[in-house]
Structures are given as C-alpha cells and as structure tokens.
C-alpha cells in the first residue's frame, strides 16, 4: 500500500515538472527577459529568440548596464548582416536563376526583424505593403488579369484579406504567387504562370 502511494507521489511528481519544462520561456528563465519582456511581446516570436538571447548576442557582457560587447561586433552579435542568420538559415536558399534584389544586396532585416512581429514571417510591416513601398507601380494598373477584371486581381492590401489557399494558416498577397527570396523561373514566380492552369492551382474553373 505504501510503495504504491510513493509511486503515486512520484508520478505526480514527474508530471509537474514535465509540465514547468513545457511552458514557454517565461521572464523567470530568462533574465534578460526582466528589462527587455516587451521586445517578444508581439504575434510572431522568432523561433531563434526563444532559444535564447544568446544565440545571436553571444558574446554580450550584460552583468552592468550599459552592457558590453565581448566580440568585434556591437550589441555582442557573434556576426554581422545575413552572416549571422546563416548560421542556422541555409544559404541556398536565398541563391537561384533569379535572386530578389534587396536580398541580394541588402541586410536581412530590411524585411524581417530580428526578434518578434505582429506580422506573419516576423515581417516589419503588414506584408503587402512591405513589397507595395518599393513596387508602387503594381497598384496603378490592374495586376495579373486585366481583360477580366478591371481592378485586376487582388493582392492582399485589401481591407479584408483573403486567406492563402495554398499556404495554410497564411494570409494571401503576394508572395502567394512571387518567391520573396529567389526563384528558378521569372518574376521570382512560385509557378509557371503562362496559362491557366497557374489559376487552377488556387481556383476551381
Ligand atoms: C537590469 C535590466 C537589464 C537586463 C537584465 C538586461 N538588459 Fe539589455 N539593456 C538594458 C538597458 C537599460 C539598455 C539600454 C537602453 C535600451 O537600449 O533599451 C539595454 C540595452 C541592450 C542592448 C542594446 C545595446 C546597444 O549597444 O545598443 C542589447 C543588445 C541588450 N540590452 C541585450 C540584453 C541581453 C541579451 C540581456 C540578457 C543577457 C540583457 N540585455 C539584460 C537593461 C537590461
Ligand atoms: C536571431 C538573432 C537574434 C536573437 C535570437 C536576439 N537578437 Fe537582439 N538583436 C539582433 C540584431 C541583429 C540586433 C541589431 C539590429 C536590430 O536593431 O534589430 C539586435 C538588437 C537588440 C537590441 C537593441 C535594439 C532593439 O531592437 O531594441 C536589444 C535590446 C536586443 N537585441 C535584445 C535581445 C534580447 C533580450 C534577446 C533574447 C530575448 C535577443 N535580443 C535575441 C539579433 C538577435
Ligand atoms: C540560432 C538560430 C537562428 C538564427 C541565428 C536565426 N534564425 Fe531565423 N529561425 C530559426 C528557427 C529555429 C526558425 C523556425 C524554423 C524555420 O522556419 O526554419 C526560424 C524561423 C525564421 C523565419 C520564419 C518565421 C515564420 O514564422 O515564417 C524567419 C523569417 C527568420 N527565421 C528570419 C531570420 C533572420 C532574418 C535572421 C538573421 C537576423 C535569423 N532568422 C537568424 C533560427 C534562427
Ligand atoms: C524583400 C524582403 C525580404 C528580404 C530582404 C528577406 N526576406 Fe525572408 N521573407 C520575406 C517574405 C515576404 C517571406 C514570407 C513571409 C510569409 O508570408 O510567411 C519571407 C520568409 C522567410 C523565411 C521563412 C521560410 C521561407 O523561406 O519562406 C525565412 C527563414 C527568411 N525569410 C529568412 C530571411 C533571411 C535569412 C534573409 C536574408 C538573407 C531574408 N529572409 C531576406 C521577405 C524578405
Ligand atoms: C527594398 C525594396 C524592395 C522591397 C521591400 C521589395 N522589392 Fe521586389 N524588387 C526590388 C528591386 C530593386 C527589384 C529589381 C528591379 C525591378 O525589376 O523592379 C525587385 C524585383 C522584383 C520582382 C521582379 C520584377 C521583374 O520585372 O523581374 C518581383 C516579382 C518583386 N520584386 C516582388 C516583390 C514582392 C512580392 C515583395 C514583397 C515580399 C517585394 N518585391 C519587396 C525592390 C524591392
Ligand atoms: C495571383 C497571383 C499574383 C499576385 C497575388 C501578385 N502577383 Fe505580381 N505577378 C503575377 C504574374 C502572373 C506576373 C507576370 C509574370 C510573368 O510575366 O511571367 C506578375 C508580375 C509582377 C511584377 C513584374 C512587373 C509587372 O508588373 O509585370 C512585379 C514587380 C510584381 N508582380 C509584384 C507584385 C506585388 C508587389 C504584389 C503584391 C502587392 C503582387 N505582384 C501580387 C502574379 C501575381
Ligand atoms: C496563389 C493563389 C491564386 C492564384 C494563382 C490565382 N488566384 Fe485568383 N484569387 C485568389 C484569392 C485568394 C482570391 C480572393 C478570393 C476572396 O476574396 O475570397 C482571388 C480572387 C480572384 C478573382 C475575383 C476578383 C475580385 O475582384 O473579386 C478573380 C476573377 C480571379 N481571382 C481570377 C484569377 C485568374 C484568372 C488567375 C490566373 C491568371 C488567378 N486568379 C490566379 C487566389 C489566387
């Protein structure tokens, strides 16, 4: 009867502990987190942030305020630009036949931020504005199906957004149909978009 209740005991033991490691990171594990909770407090954490603020500020002395970098780079970064991002996104991915200018040239963080979002993709700003400040054009004229429709097909910048139908749990604008990175085919396309079928891919005609 004993050994059976001590057993009890201890199963429930392991079941309360098993249930505080499966919590998210909260303010106590992490101390950062004490003075900079409100960096994290948006939709979308970048998955890196909860791994720890030190996997990217490395070698960040934050013992005193104002902290000090370790490294050779500021803020205690253990690299710099795409380079730090690297280190755990594969590179190929931002390499094909058509690599999007900004991601060619630029930092990675013209389009995302480093630590946390309101926006999917941990984007800087609502998505299809971010892509319509430097393509101010495509909302002049009607896009992707003029004959059809004489306001051309939505692009996700309407007040009621449509859901991606094939990207599940995202919201459809442009990257539904462009690769933001890279991409083998023109246009930074996702498809072949010579003929019908492309709209078949999202429509029932
Ligand atoms: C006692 C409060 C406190 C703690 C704990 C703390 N910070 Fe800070 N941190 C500050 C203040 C205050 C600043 C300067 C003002 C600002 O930029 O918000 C700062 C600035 C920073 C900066 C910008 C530094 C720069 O050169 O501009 C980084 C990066 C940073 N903290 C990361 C961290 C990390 C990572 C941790 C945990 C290892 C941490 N902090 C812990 C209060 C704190
Ligand atoms: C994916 C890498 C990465 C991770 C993980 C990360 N940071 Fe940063 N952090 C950066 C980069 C890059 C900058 C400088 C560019 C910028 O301002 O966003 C920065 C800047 C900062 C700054 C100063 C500028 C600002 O945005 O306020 C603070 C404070 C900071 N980080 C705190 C933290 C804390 C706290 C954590 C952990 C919860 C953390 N960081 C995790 C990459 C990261
Ligand atoms: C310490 C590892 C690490 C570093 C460094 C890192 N990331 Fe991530 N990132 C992850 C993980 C893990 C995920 C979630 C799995 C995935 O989507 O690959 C992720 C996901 C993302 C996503 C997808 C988010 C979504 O909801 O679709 C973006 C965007 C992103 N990271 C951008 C960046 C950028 C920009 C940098 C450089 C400033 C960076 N990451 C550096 C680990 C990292
Ligand atoms: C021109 C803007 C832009 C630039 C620059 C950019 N991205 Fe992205 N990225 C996006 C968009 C848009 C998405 C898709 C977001 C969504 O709707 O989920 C995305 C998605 C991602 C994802 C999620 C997985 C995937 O491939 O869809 C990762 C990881 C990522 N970006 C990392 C990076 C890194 C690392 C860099 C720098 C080498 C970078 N991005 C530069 C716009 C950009
Ligand atoms: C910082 C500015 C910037 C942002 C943000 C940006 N682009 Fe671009 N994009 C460019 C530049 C520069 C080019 C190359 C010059 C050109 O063809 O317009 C380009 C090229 C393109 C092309 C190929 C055009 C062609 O004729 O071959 C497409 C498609 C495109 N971008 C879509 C997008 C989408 C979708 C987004 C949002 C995820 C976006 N862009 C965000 C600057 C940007
Ligand atoms: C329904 C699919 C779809 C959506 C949504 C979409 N595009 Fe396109 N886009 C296309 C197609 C198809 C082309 C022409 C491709 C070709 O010629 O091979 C194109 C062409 C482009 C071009 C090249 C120049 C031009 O106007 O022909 C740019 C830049 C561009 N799109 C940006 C965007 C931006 C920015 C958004 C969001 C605001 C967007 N697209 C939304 C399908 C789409
Ligand atoms: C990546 C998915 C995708 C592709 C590819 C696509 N569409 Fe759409 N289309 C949508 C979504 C999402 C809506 C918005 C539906 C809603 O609001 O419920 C839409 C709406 C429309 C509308 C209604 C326009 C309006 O003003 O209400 C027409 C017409 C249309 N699409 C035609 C086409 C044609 C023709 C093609 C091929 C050239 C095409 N679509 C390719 C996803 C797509």
């Known amino acids: 009867m004993k050994t059976q209740r001590n057993l009890l005991v201890s199963l429930f033991c392991a079941v309360v502990v098993a249930l505080i490691y499966a919590l998210p990171v909260q303010a106590e594990d992490n101390p950062c987190l004490k003075c900079h909770a409100k960096l994290l407090q948006k939709k979308e954490v970048h998955a890196a942030a ?66 946390a979002s309101d926006y999917q993709g941990v984007l800087k700003k609502e998505p299809a504005a971010l892509c319509l400040d430097c393509h101010p054009d495509v909302k002049k004229g009607p896009h992707v199906i003029a004959g059809f429709s004489r306001g051309g097909h939505p692009l996700g910048n309407e007040t009621k957004a449509a859901q991606d139908p094939l990207r599940p749990g995202k919201k459809f604008y442009c990257v539904s149909c462009h690769e933001p990175h890279r991409s083998e085919l023109p246009k930074l396309s996702r498809f072949v978009t010579k003929n019908m079928a492309s709209c078949q891919k999202c429509h029932k005609m």
């Open 50 to 115: 909860n791994m720890g603020c030190d996997s990217c500020h490395e070698e960040l002395d934050a013992s005193a305020v104002p902290h000090k970098s370790k490294g050779k780079f500021a803020m205690g970064l253990s690299a710099e630009g795409p380079a730090l991002c690297a280190n755990c996104h594969d590179k190929k991915l931002f390499k094909g036949k058509m690599v999007h200018a900004p991601v060619e040239g630029g930092p990675c963080l013209g389009c995302h931020d480093a630590h």
